[in-house]
């Protein structure tokens, strides 16, 4: 059974810091790999998906990369702004038509 | 922007009655999903549909039941609410085999029984 870890589970940084949220899955057979971030009590908002033949994705000061292999990805926010507070989640799927797994996600909270 | 929406957004009701959860999505895409998420916890699906007259349940046992007579439709119904339904449902739409192959989330419907 798949299983999806998130570490660490919170973070406060200053604004300016580069991050890194970290990633792992126990199945190292997936189809894509997704990172959401999620305001409180909103939904989640796409940022990255990663083909599991891609390496790596990037949008802005985003930048997500896949290590299927070693059942790992990490997402990499530079130049950190209030603004990036938020919870967030990433997600893999095994295949095509199945349902996608969530792990529990990281708080993050940029200081002004 | 994904052209998901949910309603109503908030929703506080007394214990036995009977409430529909409505979520829609105009980008045509077959499958859809509902997830329930407690405060600060995470996300378990609960319902999911692969096309109209299909749906199953998920991994988390709930006394909801859903319908899909229409595409872009995707109801979910409590016939009697308890207060241990409270917490967020979120409904969620993809269409695999497109370039991005995203699954797109609404806002959320917040329920609270009394």
């Known amino acids: 059974k798949q299983e999806v870890t998130q570490i660490p589970a919170a973070l406060s940084v200053p604004e300016g810091e580069n991050l890194v949220l970290n990633c792992s899955f126990t199945?190292?057979?997936?189809?894509?790999l997704q990172w959401f971030r999620q305001d409180p009590g909103k939904g989640l908002t796409s940022l990255l998906l990663i083909q599991s033949s891609q390496r790596e994705q990037t949008s802005g000061r985003l930048n997500a990369s896949l290590d299927k292999s070693s059942g790992r990805s990490t997402l990499y926010i530079a130049a950190s702004q209030p603004g990036d507070s938020a919870t967030y989640l990433c997600?893999?799927?095994?295949?095509?038509?199945?349902?996608?797994?969530f792990g529990k996600g990281t708080r993050l909270h940029i200081l002004p | 922007e994904a052209d998901i929406y949910q309603t109503p957004r908030y929703l506080v009701i007394g214990t036995g009655k009977k409430i529909t959860l409505e979520c829609s999505q105009t980008m045509g895409h077959d499958k859809m999903y509902w997830y329930q998420q407690d405060p600060g916890m995470e996300l378990h699906l609960i319902h999911y549909?692969?096309?109209?007259?299909?749906?199953e349940k998920g991994d988390l046992s709930s006394e909801s039941t859903v319908s899909r007579i229409r595409t872009e439709h995707f109801p979910l119904t409590l016939e009697s609410a308890r207060p241990s339904h409270t917490s967020q449902y979120l409904c969620?739409?993809?269409?695999?085999?497109?370039?991005?192959?995203?699954?797109?989330f609404g806002p959320g419907t917040r329920l609270t029984v009394l």
């Open positions: 199945d190292s057979a997936i189809y894509n």
């Open positions: 969620a739409s993809r269409s695999p085999g497109t370039v991005t192959d995203t699954q797109y």
């Open positions: 549909s692969y096309g109209v007259n299909s749906t």
């Open positions: 997600a893999v799927r095994k295949d095509r038509d199945d349902k996608i797994i």
